[in-house]
């Protein structure tokens, strides 16, 4: 995995055994640039998304670190209001 | 080159095909899961052990699978049942031997029936996809056993999301909103919320007089429209360390009949 996704999610309280999980999920994880990872969370936060709960997010779906940022901006678009709550609803939906 | 791209594109048609989905929520599949371009897209007959004629598709022999072990459409909706799987690539990546092996092993453990295993897996199949012995603290079976400690089985099967807490964070999250009185709240998605956010509101709401608010209201999402306040301000000013927690820990012990001390790992996720 990129060293410094890598230390972002141990940033995030993520630990090692965590980290393997969401490789064993999501097999691409071990390939994603860290700035492709970020900007897919900046996609997220902007569309109205909390950054303190992003944690939760990756938790849930850490599938969405590997999207293309433009794809989860559409997908979010589509949402209209209330990003937060509806992916608190549904982690999935992007 | 070409010759990836082409399986590529192909890959992304079929998906789309198979799960109703467009072309780029295939791709997203793909680029969670790049072994699916491996699988064949096309739908060779074969014969099975019986001198049936049947589809030798890898891909369409494990959605049958899984329309069978979910009961597709009776008790699962094929349209919730397509969404699964386009939001869970790694299901048509595993073995119907390993898929099995997992249901069992969480069907055993946790004592359920068959319908209430079904219940939870749909809710949640990372559950399933992840390792279900009883080894290591973030096991779907190590977790259930430590949330059970303050949860129902009941609510864990109608919140499996629930599952996807952070086990070292789960304790203090539960605890901050008991002592809130939003327990219920906690249990129906506030789980979902980061704990010092959820704290520092808790401790503001509590210096609010003459206002009207639920305790719920700590998980919600228009909290700082409605009270006029920011998160990150409140976070400052009621920050989550070593004294909150000892002061967390002991107005839960005060209120209920089991106390709970934060084990060190859960207290390091913390601080």
């Known amino acids: 995995m990129d060293k410094n996704l890598e230390a972002y999610l141990k940033s995030l309280d993520f630990d090692d055994e965590d980290i393997e999980n969401f490789c064993i999920l999501v097999p691409s994880l071990e390939y994603v640039e860290y700035q492709q990872a970020l900007d897919c969370i900046e996609a997220v936060v902007k569309a109205g998304y909390p950054k303190d709960d992003i944690d939760s997010l990756i938790f849930s779906n850490p599938g969405f670190l590997v999207c293309d940022p433009k794809y989860i901006a559409n997908k979010l678009a589509a949402l209209g209001d209330d990003v937060e709550a509806k992916l608190k609803a549904d982690p999935t939906l992007i | 080159m070409s010759k990836l791209i082409a399986k590529i594109n192909a890959t992304k048609k079929f998906l789309a095909n198979l799960l109703n989905i467009t072309e780029e929520e295939a791709e997203s599949m793909i680029d969670k899961q790049p072994s699916l371009i491996n699988y064949s897209t096309q739908q060779v007959w074969k014969k099975d052990d019986a001198g049936n004629v049947v589809y030798a598709n890898v891909i369409i022999d494990r959605m049958s699978f899984y329309r069978d072990v979910f009961r597709v459409p009776a008790e699962l909706s094929e349209k919730k049942f397509f969404r699964m799987i386009a939001s869970h690539p790694a299901m048509l990546n ?13 069907k055993s453990t946790l004592d359920l029936t068959d319908a209430e295993l079904r219940k939870f897996v749909v809710g949640n199949p990372q559950v399933v996809l992840l390792d279900c012995s009883a080894n290591g603290k973030n096991t779907t079976i190590a977790k259930i056993a430590k949330f059970r400690s303050v949860l129902s089985m009941d609510e864990i099967l109608d919140n499996p999301m629930i599952m996807n807490v952070p086990a070292q964070k789960f304790t203090i999250r539960y605890m901050i909103a008991k002592n809130a009185g939003a327990r219920d709240a906690f249990v129906n998605g506030g789980f979902m919320y980061n704990e010092k956010k959820v704290y520092a509101r808790a401790q503001y709401l509590a210096t609010l007089t003459g206002t009207q ?16 306040v920011l998160d990150a301000a409140l976070a400052v000013q009621y920050p989550l360390d070593a004294a909150a927690i000892a002061s967390i820990e002991a107005t839960y012990a005060a209120n209920n009949r089991r106390p709970i001390t934060l084990k060190p790992e859960e207290r390091n996720a913390v601080l």
């Open chain 2, 213 to 228: 608010y639920a305790s719920s209201e700590i998980f919600s999402d228009k909290f700082e429209k409605k009270f006029g």
């Open chain 2, 94 to 106: 595993t073995s119907e031997e390993t898929f099995m092996a997992k249901m069992e092993a969480i």
